[in-house]
Each structure stands twice: as C-alpha cells, then as structure tokens.
C-alpha cells in the first residue's frame, strides 16, 4: 500500500549518550531514518540528549531536541509541536523504554499519537523471558530448558530441576548486564543474586547453557502486508557464550549446511510474523548443535537493533531507511533498492565478497577488571572489513583496530609459551584469535584447538593455512626472490607488506617496492548488494588483488578525510560527527568528497555520504594505494582523531598533501616537550616540566619540578596511562611500566597544579583571524580528564580577567603555530595564574558539543577554512545567546564491577549527554558545583 497521507509530521527518539551495549550504531539508525521520511516530505522532529552524534545536528531532522530521554521531555514535546506518529525502533532498548513508560502514563492516548514501526505488545513479549519462552514452543520452535525466577528460592528450584551448567538471563537489561554463566553448584548463589539485582523487575531466566554450540543472527525487514525479507545472515566465530557484541563475526555464513540455512529462514520468517503486527525491522539470534544440527531461538529484538548497522555496511542494504518508509505505509514491493536504483526492496541481497566484524575493547582504561568475555557485554567499538576471502577480510580487521597490529600476527607480537596460550584459548578473552593463531604456529593440534575454544574446525583450518603461508615464506631471504604467484597468494590472503618484511626481517619499504615492480596493486570492488547480477551506481567500494578495478577516478578536483576507526574511550562518535560535516563542506565547496573508514556503526560510511567510499583499514598501505588511484587535492586529518593525525607524517615524508595545519606545525603541537619549549619563548605559562628516556631521568625531572608530578606519555589517546605520583617509588613503578607497554616512547613529568580550575577553548584560525567558538569552564578541578570533567559554557566562576588571558594566549598559539582550520587548548588557572597545559591542532571531543550549544555550524565553517576555500571573514557567525551548556560524561562501571571508579588523568567515560540551564540557581548546576567542592576537600 502506499504512504499513509495522515502522518505528516514524526518523532524519533534517540537512544541518548553512549554506553557500552548502545553505541553509535543507532545514531546510525537514527540519521538514516530522518533523512528517509524527510524524503517523503514529512517533517521530523528528534529528540536525543547526546550532543557527539550528527543525529542531533540541524542537517538531520526539521527540528531536534536537546533533552533528557524522559517523560516529561516528551510530554514537553508534544505540546510545543505537532505531532502524529511517533517512531521508537531507531533509538534502541532506551528509546524503547521510554515509549512503553509513556504509553503507561497515558501520553500517547492524550496527545493522539500513534507508535509506527514497532508494537508494544511485541516488545513485551520478547522482554518477558517466561512468556517469550512459552510463545516460541506454541509456535512450534525449539528453546533451551528454562524457568523463571524472580526470587532466590525460585531461582534454587530451577538450578535443580535443569541443572548444571546454567545461564542466568536478567530480564529488561541491556548488553547481557547482569548475566554470566553458571559451571558450578557453589558459584550459583551469587551469580543469581548479581541477576537478580540487576533487572528492574527482580527477574531472571535461569536456562540450560548450550556452550559450544554454534551462534547465527537474521537480520530481517517486514511490511504491512506480512512480506518479510532476509537481509543478512551473520556467523559468529566464537561459540555460545560470548555476548554477540564481543563476537568476531562473519557474513555471510561460513558454515552452514543448507539444509540447516534453510530451516533457519523457515523460523526467523515464521517467529517475526508471530510477533504481532508491525512494520520494520527485526534481529533473529539463533543456537545450533554443532553435532546434531538441532536449532534453538536464543533471543528476539522487534526493532532496529545494534546488529542492524553492521548488517546495512556488510550488504549495501540500508535497513534503517527502508524501515523508516515500511513504518508509514510502504510496502516492500513498492520501494527501489538503494543501491541498483531499478531492483526492489523486496530483493534479498547477494554478496560476493566476505566480510568480517571485530570487536574494540579498552580494557587498559579499566585497571583490575575481568578480561574473560561471557553473557556481558564488554568491548567499547567494533571495526568492519571487507574481502574476497575469509582470511583476506580477517587480516584487514586486524589491521583496522588501532592497536599497532599488522594483521592476524606475524608482526612481533606473537606469544611463545605454550602453557599460557593454551590458558588463553580456554578462557576467551580480547586477544584469543591471535592465540589460535599463535597455538597453530606452535604445533598445537587443530583438534586440541577446537576442544577448547569450540570454535568450528573450518575457521581453525583457514587459520591454519595463513601458518603454511608464512612457514613457506621463510624459506626466502629476499623480497626479490619470492615469485608473482606466491607474492599474489599472500596479498590475496590479506598480509600486509609489514607483514611479510617482519616474517623476512627486512624493510616494509623494499616489500612494497618488489611488489608495485610485479603489479601486484590494489584493485576496487563495488558493494552493490546483488553480485553484480543488476548494474549499480553507489560509491561504496573495498580493496582486494582480483585484475579488473571497478573504481574509476572522475577527472574532478576532490578531497580525502580520513576517518576516526572503531570507537574507543577517549576518541569516541564526536570525530564521526566532525567528518561528516567535513565530507558536507567539501561537497559545498565544488569538490569531490572521499572518506576512508572502517566503522561500521557510523553515518560517515553510509554509502551515500560521500561522493566516494572506500571501506577501509585507516592504515598506512591502504590509505596510500587510495591516494595512488585518486590523486586528490589533499588528505584531511584534522577531523578524524588521533587516529588519522597520526597518519600525517607519513603524508608529510610521501609529498601529499595535508589540508589545514601542516604536519610540522601539528608535530610540534602534539610533542609535548617542543610544545612547552614554544611556551617558554613566547613567555606563555606553562607547568614547570621534564622529558625522560628512563627511570633515572624521570626520576631527575621530579625532583627539579617538585612532587606532585603528572606522568604521561607522549602520542597518546584519552589520557592513556597517565597517572599523578607523589613520590619517587610510585613514579619509579609508573615509569617502568610506561617502558613496558609503550616501548620506545618518552615520558613527559609536569608539575601538578593542584586545586587548580581546569577551562579550555576551541577556536577556528584561518591564518589570519582566530574566532573563539566557545570557552568552557570545568566543573571538576585540574587533575580529572577532560572527558570525564563536565564542563559548563561559557565560563561561570572565573575571572573576566583569567578568560581574557586565555583568549589572548589562544590567539597568539594559533599563529604562531600556523594553525589554518581547528585548535582546542586546555588551561589550568590557580590563584587568578594562566596556565597552558596542552593544545591539540585539530577538531577535539568538545567541538561537536560546541557546535549543538550555540547553534553554529563550526565544523562546516573550519573545513571551508582548511581548505583555503573561505576565510573567516566570510561567515555571519551568530551564536545562539542566553544560559548555560552543561556538558555531562556518562560511565559504563556496570559492565566491569571490580574497577577503579576514581576518576583521574586517564579518561574512562563512554559518553556524554548535554543539559541546559538557564541560570547557576539551577538545582542541577548546584548539584555538580557541590560534587566539585568534594572532590576539593578530599
């Protein structure tokens, strides 16, 4: 049927800051749906508290809402505009939550409004663990044996009944919060008191655990008229009993026999059109017998779910968009595949490459806690890559990760010992595929792998024959001595010329340099969702060795930015959120955008984001391979973090260009040492301050600046092992251990300044003018991150005369460090005393939330100034006027128990909401300025 003319205007609730569970992959979802009905022409309204996210940018809705994810704000909504339809499934569990508390109080009953995309009564039931149980054996699919408990006692009886070993499932929680197994008699009583307390009703599912047994998710679209569409079916590597989200994950599935596939879509096809009537999008998780083949429904989620994001990168198919035109009134027989533009909705994508999901943990950022993966959810980011082959996408995920691997080992990290990789291999942790790997290249047997992790024999052997590669690979001495044929096998299977120089012990560059001299290059593969069976358009490719290149370079001038790779703590969505903007200036500006990136929760690689997508490792190789084929302009890498400014030097030393500050001027912002030097000869104030190469040094700097002293790193992110010492032992330890894990790095000691007020300001310089886009005061003092900090705009406690120094020293770094584009620096002030702690050549975590507080498009102004396109003269800048910006970090500590909660110089937020008030009387200000006070007098 078609659109349903009566709704004419749309709410989309967002799904708030970022937590572990609930990451940006629905600001993904979110974004796309806007833009979807507002292609229909219905106006959208957006509420979000999450001021990172272009979700909550004026680009992507009619009007948006910058406030708490409550009733009240709902309520607050709906009497301001006029609503008709409101559509929850794009926001996740907390967008979801909050509609049903709405229908609850009668908001939606009040205000006439109607729930399109979902249906409550769905939602219920596969919340409801007992009745979601009961409606799949009415149906006639299997479950594991389970009961409901919602007492201690009831929980005992079931332990009894099903018996050992158990999960124990906490109703209504999001990413497996609360839930773990169970192996043991003496290990249930607290477990199930830990599930219990977790879930908001008091209830858990105690259920037969089927470790070992091998894990599948659908991804399936529904219309009006019950057609149902599969989208993607995803493998995970790892068995049962490991939270999906903490899954390697592979599409499309590897090992499935397709009597087994089959019976699969058979279920997921019968168990969505059980679930109620609604239109949209579903996610199927399947368990299935390695041995037998039998089949179980683990769990459903009646809405765009976290997997959606991945599933609409891996196909090309936009889930979220088309959800959006089925929840008013479309059918899927009468919309237009995204892609091809002449094939239908209704079309099932076909794929004809593999690609490959990793997860991104952070558990240094989380000192004492659990590296054992299980039922909770615990990794902070997820890359995505796409191959030919297996192991040419697993390979390439590796490199995305931004953790300085090559690939899948083979580059000077493997482990030795036997004893501690085989404990490794049992108990699954972060770094267990590399173990595999590590076991393999041992001798261990492929059995005695597959005994202990349960990981299906096939992925072991394709493991396994990397191992051969490179067992035949040693035998050569000389990159000139490997033939074509082999060069090209080991590029095919995904090994990067780092790689193959560390297992020879030569130079990556004389690697590099054999293979351009055979050819053997890169070629460009489209992701078009039908195998090429219909002629594409879209923009979206991947690399691979194959002979024909189907990526054409047009003969316009065009840009590249470099994106920011998985989230983790401390480079998290805001950087997406600033490419974005940067790949809408660059369109606006005449040229043609390119964005490399390889994050498949994010908006920057939608397929229609940029003019041209490469799905790629934001890695040396592959970045200069893209730069080789397009021969754009110039490279962006103000916009994408630490992650792309780290790839500016060798930019720099290969004679690209970089748009914006050049790579000396940001080098010498970013080394710490040459930075305060730069201080000193401007006589700018500075914390007194130390380089060392070793203990002895360090200790040395201590002693000339006097205890406390700030140890840190230098190149780091989000405050990585930054500590405060008081005394020679504790820094002697700290140092020693910065040796240990960030070898060939310098230490930098400052003195701390305590008690000191922490403030910073972001500012655009075009070389000429510097504007102050906003100047925040943080609520807690010197000594906590940044990120962790909340922060108020403008300033509220300090001097007229402090925030004029700052202004006046922000104004004179920005040329003297030839700044053309973005610059944020961070200040200490004590006792009235400007001080400089840090400046960072490039857009920061605050600009977004900047850009939502005052209303002014600053990133799309800095790009054009980058580029040298516009100055800053020529831009009426207005920022919106009256009250106070809060911004406010939001921690996941539910997810790692046993951590250190006190914050300190390392970053450990997973995101941040925004709140505003209208004057320091407000009893939320009050309340914050009352926390900073005790952490004063502590």
């Known amino acids: 049927m078609p659109k349903d003319p009566s709704i004419q205007s749309v709410l989309i609730i967002g799904s708030g800051p970022i937590i572990i569970g609930q990451a940006c992959e629905f600001d993904y979802s979110g974004s796309q749906a806007s833009r979807s009905l507002r292609e229909e022409g219905i106006r959208v309204t957006l509420i979000n508290d999450n001021p990172a996210t272009i979700m909550t940018d004026p680009v992507t809705a009619d009007k948006v809402y910058l406030l708490p994810l409550t009733v009240e704000s709902i309520v607050q909504v709906l009497e301001e505009q006029e609503i008709d339809a409101v559509l929850p499934t794009m926001g996740g569990q907390t967008a979801l939550n909050l509609a049903i508390e709405a229908g609850k109080q009668g908001v939606w009953e009040k205000y006439n409004i109607r729930l399109i995309g979902v249906d409550l009564n769905a939602i219920e039931l596969t919340e409801n663990r007992e009745a979601f149980r009961q409606h799949m054996i009415d149906i006639g699919l299997s479950v594991a044996p389970s009961r409901i408990a919602n007492s201690f006692l009831e929980g005992k009886e079931a332990a009894q009944e099903i018996g050992f070993p158990l ?225 040419e996408a697993l390979q390439k995920a590796c490199q995305s990760l931004e953790n300085n691997r090559m690939g899948l080992g083979a580059d000077m990290k493997e482990w030795i010992r036997t004893a501690d990789i085989l404990e490794r291999l049992e108990k699954p942790s972060e770094d267990r595929i590399f173990r595999v790997k590590d076991a393999l290249r041992l001798g261990v047997p492929e059995k005695t792998i597959h005994k202990l992790t349960r990981i299906d024999p096939w992925f072991i052997r394709q493991i396994k024959t990397l191992v ?111 490419c974005v903007h940067g790949l809408i200036a660059i369109k606006e500006a005449g040229y043609e955008s390119i964005m490399i990136n390889c994050n498949p929760e994010t908006v920057s690689t939608d397929f229609d984001m940029a003019d041209k997508l490469y799905f790629e490792p934001v890695f040396w190789e592959h970045l200069e391979e893209v730069l080789e084929l397009e021969k754009p ?194 200040f200490a002030i004590k006792d009235n005393k400007v001080y400089v702690i840090e400046a960072n050549p490039r857009a920061s975590r605050t600009t977004p939330f900047i850009a939502k507080a005052y209303q002014v498009p600053y990133l799309n102004i800095a790009t054009k100034v980058m580029m040298g396109t516009h100055k800053l003269k020529d831009f009426d800048i207005k920022p919106r006027p009256g009250g106070f910006a809060i911004k406010v970090p939001v921690f996941s500590f539910e997810k790692f128990p046993n951590v250190d909660k006190n914050l300190g110089p390392e970053m450990k937020s997973t995101g941040e909401a925004i709140r505003y008030i209208r004057d320091l009387s407000d009893p939320f200000f009050r309340e914050l300025d009352r926390q900073r006070y005790m952490y004063l007098t502590r």
Not at 503 to 508: F, I, Q
């Open 167 to 391: 999960v124990i499932r906490p109703s209504y929680t999001l990413g497996g919060t609360g839930g773990g197994f169970v192996h043991r008699e003496e290990q249930f009583d607290a477990a199930l008191r830990r599930g219990l307390s977790m879930s908001p009703t008091h209830e858990v599912l105690v259920e037969k655990a089927v470790l070992g047994w091998k894990e599948f998710e659908l991804e399936l679209l529904r219309d009006s008229k019950d057609n149902v569409v599969i989208i993607c079916t995803v493998e995970n590597l790892d068995p049962m009993g490991i939270h999906t989200g903490d899954s390697i994950t592979v599409a499309p599935a590897m090992t499935l026999s397709d009597t087994a596939y089959q019976q699969m879509r058979d279920e997921a096809i019968l168990a969505m059109r059980s679930l109620g009537n609604f239109a949209g999008g579903c996610n199927i998780q399947f368990a299935i017998d390695p041995e037998t083949e039998k089949l179980i429904v683990i769990e459903i989620n009646p809405r765009v779910s976290r997997s959606s994001a991945l599933a609409s990168k891996a196909t090309g198919y936009p889930i979220a968009k088309i959800a959006a035109k089925l929840a008013i009134g479309y059918s899927l027989d009468e919309l237009k595949n995204q892609i091809t533009k002449t094939t239908s909705a209704y079309f099932e994508p076909t794929l004809d490459y593999v690609i490959v999901k990793m997860p991104r943990w952070d558990f240094e950022k989380f000192q004492g806690s659990d590296h054992q993966l299980g039922l909770q959810m615990k990794s902070v980011g997820e890359v995505m890559a796409i191959g030919r082959t297996f192991m």
């Open 633 to 826: 302009e110039g490279v962006i890498v103000q916009l994408g973090g630490q992650t792309a400014l780290k790839l500016a030097q060798r930019l720099h030393e290969q004679g690209y260009k970089i748009i914006g500050t050049d790579f000396p001027s940001m080098d010498l912002a970013e080394d710490r040492g040459a930075f305060s030097n730069l201080l000193k000869e401007m006589d700018i104030p500075y914390p007194d301050y130390g380089v060392a190469r070793d203990a002895d040094e360090a200790l040395a700097v201590a002693r000339r600046t006097g205890y406390p002293v700030l140890v840190r790193p230098s190149y780091v992110l989000g405050g990585q092992r930054m500590r405060i010492v008081i005394n020679d032992a504790e820094l002697e330890r700290h140092v020693l251990s910065i040796f240990k894990h960030l070898p060939g790095n310098r230490v930098l000691i400052d003195h701390f300044l305590e008690r000191a007020k922490e403030a910073e300001i972001d500012a655009i310089c075009d070389g000429d003018e510097v504007h102050i886009m906003g100047i925040m005061e943080h609520i807690e003092p010197a000594g906590i991150h940044s990120g962790d900090s909340s922060a108020v705009l403008p300033t509220y406690s300090l001097s007229v005369e402090a925030v004029n120094t700052m202004v006046e020293y922000t104004e004179k770094l920005a040329k003297a460090l030839n700044i053309k584009g973005l610059i944020n620096i961070q």
């Open 468 to 578: 051969k590669m490179e067992q035949r690979l040693m035998r050569y001495n000389v990159p000139e001595d490997i033939e074509e044929g082999f060069f090209r096998e080991l590029k095919e299977a995904g090994y990067s010329d780092a790689q193959i120089a560390w297992l020879m012990r030569v130079e990556e560059q004389e690697v590099a340099r054999q293979r351009k001299k055979m050819g053997i290059r890169r070629t460009y593969k489209m992701v078009d969702t039908c195998a090429a069976e219909f002629e594409a358009q879209t923009p979206y490719f991947y690399s691979t060795f194959d002979k024909e290149n189907e990526s054409i370079p047009t003969d316009k001038k065009k840009i590249i930015v470099l994106g920011s790779g998985p989230n983790r703590i401390g480079q998290g969505i805001e950087f997406d959120y600033c």
